[in-house]
């Protein structure tokens, strides 16, 4: 029933003490079994900061090894002493995505300080607003650079030990890599080519036993993704384009990654699995018009 007295009492009853689901989206990695990555070495780039840090806390909650690389060593040792904190074991060295060989001297570093990796995570990217038109061959190609050629680099770098390991690689794509939106056109296809070669690697690593899948977040708060993306615009837009009406927290899509690169997952392999609240389910138009508003327009 509901409209009675006793329903609205239950319902803000409820609002006060929380019901379960919204509990669960405060603390949703409190629900992992803190056994289940127990044995595991991942490797993350971009691991310092923002949805890469969330899918590290998430894996250092499940017991895993950790190993983060990003371009900044300071940034990368404040995250580190966090996820020790947690009880991980981590190990560290700045390198950037672009260059393959300061990122094999990373992953090198993480197999001699912690052993063979068995969870590789693709998740460094760089992202703005750029009219298709306007914007450089060198800008289009920075964020390819760090997308796409990032993504291979890593999966590239920690294939002898995933082989060994027969483990996992989990690509961050985004929604661009489906869904058109302006200004994005450098963003969608490095995103795009991400996902095929997500796919691309399900097929040629299989019979190694590695498993190649992509996790598209949406808007997830705190991020230095969504404060360049929502910059321009402003928060509620955006909030307001979800569905569900609000932004991820970062450890509700590292959840999912633990998930998606642990045992529960043993037989998924070349599946993108979206966790944007609906997001890529509704037009990119009125996000679209609003960033062409605030940042394009004449008047
Ligand atoms: N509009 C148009 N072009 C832009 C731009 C913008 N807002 N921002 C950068 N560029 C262009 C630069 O002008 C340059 O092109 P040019 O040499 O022809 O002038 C090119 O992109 C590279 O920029 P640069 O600042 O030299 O690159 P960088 O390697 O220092 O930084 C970025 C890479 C641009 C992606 C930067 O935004 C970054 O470091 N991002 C990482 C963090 C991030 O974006 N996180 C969110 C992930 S969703």
Redesign the pocket.
């Known amino acids: 029933m509901t409209g009675t007295p006793a329903a609205a009492s239950a319902v803000s009853a409820a609002s006060a003490t929380e019901t379960p689901a919204a509990a669960s989206a405060h603390d949703p990695i409190g629900h992992l079994s803190p056994t289940m990555l127990e044995g595991h070495v991942a490797f993350i780039t971009g691991g310092g900061s ?1 949805i890469n840090l969330g899918i590290a806390r998430a894996f250092a909650r499940c017991g895993a090894s950790i190993a983060i690389c990003g371009r900044t060593e300071e940034r990368l040792a404040t995250a580190a002493e966090e996820l020790r904190g947690m009880g991980a074991k981590v190990a560290y060295k700045a390198a950037d995505v672009r260059d393959p060989e300061a990122l094999q001297a990373s992953v090198d570093h993480a197999v001699s300080e912690l052993g063979d990796i068995s969870i590789t995570v693709a998740g460094a ?6 009219k298709a038109e ?6 289009f190609r ?2 390819i650079d ?1 997308d796409l050629m990032g993504a291979y680099h890593a999966a590239r770098a920690t294939f002898p030990s995933l082989q060994r390991t027969r483990g996992s690689i989990l690509f961050i794509s ?1 929604s661009q890599a489906f869904k058109a939106t302006k200004y994005q056109a450098h963003v969608g296809a490095a995103k795009a080519g991400i996902e095929m070669l997500m796919k691309d690697l399900a097929v040629e690593w299989g019979e190694h036993g590695i498993r190649s899948n992509s996790l598209v977040p949406g808007p997830v708060a705190g ?3 969504m404060a ?2 929502a910059g321009p615009t402003g928060d509620d837009m955006w909030k307001r384009a979800v569905p569900l009406g609000r932004y991820a927290e970062t450890e509700e899509i590292g959840a999912m990654a633990a998930v998606l690169s642990g045992p529960l997952s043993a037989y998924v392999t070349g599946s993108q699995y979206i966790v944007d609240g609906g997001l890529g389910l509704v037009g990119s138009g009125h996000i679209s018009d609003a960033v062409e508003q605030s940042l394009f327009s004449e008047g």
């Open positions: 923002g990217a760089g992202n703005f607003f750029a306007e914007m450089s061959s060198n800008a920075t964020v760090i985004a991020t230095e993704g360049r993306l």
